[in-house]
Every structure is written in structure tokens, then in C-alpha cells.
């Protein structure tokens, strides 16, 4: 049977990823505007924190997986850091060849937040087909 891309699935990993959301870019603004730490340190933050929730919250919740297996483990991890790399890796040269001429706090601002748009969408695609799929 085919399996429908927006479906209950779809709807749970969009609440786990609200929550994440929160959470993740919380500390990745609150790291980077009020304690100064730099981009890839305060976006990088964001994934370690926002991805141990991720894990837990969809896998019991969203994908519904009960045994755990270094497999699965490995497979989401390579899935978070392919997703980071490229999300944050076109997003900060986009928004500072787009916005060039604004200040460098402002650009990378704008780049975190494009960052983690594009990050949703790659990590949704890459947890429900890769890291959660068991099936062969």
C-alpha cells in the first residue's frame, strides 16, 4: 500500500516539531543575542538540544517504535547532521549575498531562521523515509 505523505503521521511530527521549535530555537536566539556566542555554535545548540527531544517525542509519539537499536540511533544522527549542514550551510551565504549591505547580526539572524525552515523540511523527509523507516 502506498504510504500518503501528509497524513495523522504528518500531523504528530509537526506538533513534536512546534515543541522542538521552541525549545531548539530558543536557545539558539537566547545563545546567540544575549550571551554572544557565534552562529554555528548557537544554531548547533539548537540541534543538540531540539534533536534529543526529537528523538524521544517522535519515535515513541509520532512513529510509534518501541525497541531501541544502534541502527536507529545511527540513522537519525546521520540524518540531523546531513540536514544541519545543508540547511545552515545554504542558508548564512544566502542571506549574506541577499542582505549584503545589512549589519552581520541581522543577516545571521535571518539566516538561522531560513536555516531552520529549510532544516523542518529536510529532517520531516529524512525521519519519516530514513531514520524511522524499518521497512525494506
Known sequence: MKQKI????????????IINTLV????M???YNLFGVGYWLSSAANYV??????????????FKKRKWSLKE????IINIVLCYAVAYGVAKPLAYAVFAGFAPT????LAMLAGAGIFIVLNYFG??????????
Not at 501528509?6 to 516539531?17: A, R
Not at 538540544?49 to 509520532?62: A, D, M, W
Not at 541581522?106 to 539572524?109: G, H, P, Q, V
Open 29 to 31: 536566539f537566547l545563545l
Open 127 to 136: 525521519q519519516r523515509f530514513f531514520a524511522f523507516n524499518d521497512k525494506r
Open 49 to 62: 538540544v531540539g534533536s534529543v527531544v526529537s528523538f524521544i517525542l517522535n519515535k515513541y509519539f509520532t
Open 106 to 109: 541581522f543577516k545571521d539572524n
Open 73 to 76: 540511533v545511527l540513522k537519525f
Open 6 to 17: 501528509i497524513d495523522k503521521v504528518t500531523l504528530k511530527f509537526i506538533l513534536v516539531g
Open 24 to 27: 531548539g530555537n530558543g536557545i
